[in-house]
């Protein structure tokens, strides 16, 4: 994997449940 994809994995986690 990637370190882009690692990225955006991270984001979606933060989009998905915001704090």
């Keep these: ?3 882009s994809e690692s990225e955006q994995h ?4 933060l989009y998905k449940h915001p704090s």
Aim: charged share 0%; hydrophobic share 45%; glycine share 14%.
């Design 1 to 3: 994997m990637s370190g």
């Design 10 to 13: 991270l984001v979606n986690c």
